[in-house]
């Protein structure tokens, strides 16, 4: 089976790892500051705090930028649950605004819509880049903005990517950028993620969460120290440490980041050319916009084509991992016991219906091509 995503481990990685194994820290040593550093580079920000997950990271970014029981967070249906998840975990209501039907991505254009009605402003929008493909921040930005709240952007699947030559994670329109470096995603460190920031104070804070709340600076202590092994405890964090050994796999595989997004790029095009023919669409990048191609998206009148269930087993009979990026949040049980009800968001139900997520992965062959898309031309002709 072609699996829909895969990552690439390199020998440089390999030692990479086993150096900091052979090394005196496993964790809390140079290492994760070493791929602070190489990606707060990379996105052109100030500052980057490596965590222990993209979850995490959005958990602490919603705890950062205030989000707490009566806040409401906003969010695309079409995401990963993580996204809406950040919000419940402060105890904050979620809710979402409907998706773009030519992006895919949170409709800045429902957002105007949705904040015109509002009887609350949103505490924090978390702005999902699905597949990749930034969403149109500056609007978002700027409603944002005007209504007081925090942007985060929930750039899991967009490490690489950039929009009329910004890096996505240098916060040009946002608060804070949350990544995964889960290995289905563009650069892993196994299990991983990571928050940039340009503000001073939400740093501080990210740190501070990141590890029990716990500080050692003699300048943020309540008391007077009582010696050299003192700290203080000033409010209430996790351990959401990212070890030694996971931060080197994370930097050596940074140094291939953009070797990564041109082969995904170059995938991608390969994929446009050769289904070009066939009644399905792929979503459209905006022009100056560099899409990181985590995932290769299309959508097709399945009902027309025997159906969407037969379709995706028609695919994987055939070797190809096909998988749904995603079931609309709101549908989720979890959250239709909150009241969500089939109908609420319309595009992203549109969009559940007619979706499904080809492969694409660095490793992927012009075998592989010539098969996904043969299984593809056997359903849709
Ligand atoms: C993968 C993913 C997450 C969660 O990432 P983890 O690192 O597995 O916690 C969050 N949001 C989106 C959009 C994702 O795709």
């Known amino acids: ?54 979850t995490a990271a959005l958990h602490l970014a919603a705890l950062a930028a205030g989000v707490g029981p009566g806040d409401t967070v906003w969010t695309s249906p079409v995401t990963f649950v993580a996204s809406a998840n950040c919000a419940r975990y402060c105890g904050a209501n ?12 949170l409709s800045a254009g429902a957002l105007e819509e949705k904040l015109a009605r509002a009887a609350q402003r949103p505490k924090a929008i978390v702005a999902v ?24 952007e929930d750039a899991s699947h967009a490490v690489g990517a950039s ?38 104070d939400l740093y501080e804070r990210l740190v501070s969460l990141r590890t029990h709340g716990i500080t050692r600076d003699p300048k943020r202590m309540v008391n007077p120290s009582h010696g050299s092994w003192y700290y203080e405890q000033l409010e209430l964090g996790f351990n959401y440490r990212l070890s030694d050994v996971h931060a080197a796999l994370g930097t050596s595989q940074l140094t291939r980041l953009e070797a990564f997004i041109a082969r995904r790029n170059e995938l991608a095009g390969e994929y446009q050319r050769r289904l070009a023919k066939l009644p399905l669409r ?27 269930r037969a379709a995706f087993e028609s695919m994987r009979a055939a070797g190809v991992g096909v998988n749904l990026h995603y079931i ?54």
């Open 328 to 381: 609309p949040v709101h549908l989720q049980p979890y959250y239709a016991q909150l009241g969500f009800r089939p109908g609420d968001f319309p595009e992203a139900e549109a969009y559940y219906r007619e979706a499904m997520t080809l492969p694409l992965h660095v490793q992927m062959t012009e075998a592989n091509l010539e098969l996904i898309v043969g299984a593809l031309k056997n359903i849709l002709t």
């Open 1 to 54: 089976m072609i699996p829909y995503g895969h990552q690439a481990i390199s020998d440089q990685d390999i030692a990479a790892v086993v150096e900091v194994l052979r090394s005196d820290f496993l964790t809390q040593g140079p290492a994760v500051e070493r791929f602070e550093r190489a990606l707060a580079e990379q996105c052109g920000a100030k500052h980057a705090v490596a965590v222990s997950s993209a």
């Open 282 to 308: 792929w979503q459209q990048v905006p022009a100056g916009a560099r899409s990181a191609y985590h995932l290769f998206l299309i959508r097709a009148d399945w009902a027309a084509h025997g159906g969407q």
């Open 94 to 105: 979620v809710d979402f605004v409907d998706i773009d039907p030519i992006t895919w991505n």
């Open 129 to 152: 880049h699905l597949g990749g493909l930034s969403c149109d921040m500056e609007p978002i930005a700027r409603m944002a903005r005007a209504h007081g709240s925090v942007v985060i």
């Open 163 to 200: 929009v009329g030559g910004v890096p996505v994670g240098k916060n040009a329109h946002s608060d804070m950028t949350v990544f995964s470096f889960h290995p289905v995603k563009i650069v892993t460190t196994c299990e991983g993620g990571a928050i940039t920031t340009n503000r001073d």
